[in-house]
């Protein structure tokens, strides 16, 4: 039995159809809505993550018979399995194969989760050693794919915790207006990490420059750490 059906069984085997139910409703994959279509098991995601980290061996044709299923758990197991392979090769050329399979695979990575738990420990660590790239990052940001354009904003909590801030606000400056909410959150939660994690007064001269125009959705994420005197003048401010 070849380990790509052993993978399938096994997460088949941990089904939970309740949870399911709960999931379908939570990642909105109801007709017209973003995750339409999307399809769960119901297994929680530390399961999916042990499961998924048994399997490193798999090839890039196993993988993609994965990020092909319309089972969200089989989608995401593949990610996992991606970035412990991406993590584990010192080897910059394997590096940049396994970033190359990921970007020629973005229309399978097609829920926040699945961007949000795979992106900046692939693509973003990748940009860190490979800065001549970078431009990947605004590329993603113009995509129609509203995964893509989620890419490019969270890839950058990479470089936030290396204590950089510039990329971060360089993509929340080119997302601020975009039409979508889960952008809008993305871009308020990786400004809340730059005030975190590299200096709160970037956080807040970004803020004091954009606020007229900030969703209020992004702005509520961004300034989630700050004081509460700090959020209300911010709030009162929009």
Do not use: C
Request: glycine share 4%; aromatic share 10%; net charge positive.
């Amino acid at each position: 039995m070849s380990n790509l059906i052993k993978i399938t069984k096994e997460l088949k085997s941990l089904a939970n159809k309740p949870q399911a139910v709960v999931l379908q409703r939570f990642f909105k994959t109801g007709k017209g809505q973003y995750g339409e279509g999307d399809i769960f098991l119901g297994i929680k995601v530390p399961l999916t993550r042990k499961i998924a980290l048994k399997y490193l061996s798999l090839d890039f044709k196993d993988i993609s018979s994965l990020l092909k299923s319309k089972i969200h758990e089989f989608r995401l197991a593949a990610l996992f399995i991606l970035v412990a392979q991406y993590q584990k090769t010192e080897d910059r050329k394997v590096k940049a194969k396994i970033v190359s399979f990921y970007l020629r695979n973005t229309k399978y990575i097609n829920n926040w989760d699945l961007v949000d738990l795979s992106v900046a420990k692939i693509l973003g660590d990748y940009l860190i050693l490979e800065e001549k790239k970078i431009k990947i990052l605004s590329t993603l940001a113009k995509s129609k794919n509203l995964w893509e354009r989620r890419m490019a904003m969270v890839a950058t909590y990479a470089f936030i915790q290396k204590g950089r801030a510039e990329e971060a606000l360089d993509l929340a400056k080119k997302l601020l207006h975009d039409n979508h909410d889960l952008i809008h959150k993305a871009v308020g939660w990786m400004l809340r990490e730059v005030g975190k994690r590299t200096d709160k007064k970037k956080l807040k001269s970004f803020l004091d420059e954009h606020i007229k125009n900030m969703p209020r959705t992004a702005l509520r994420y961004a300034i989630e750490r700050l004081s509460a005197v700090e959020r209300e003048y911010y709030l009162n401010k929009k």
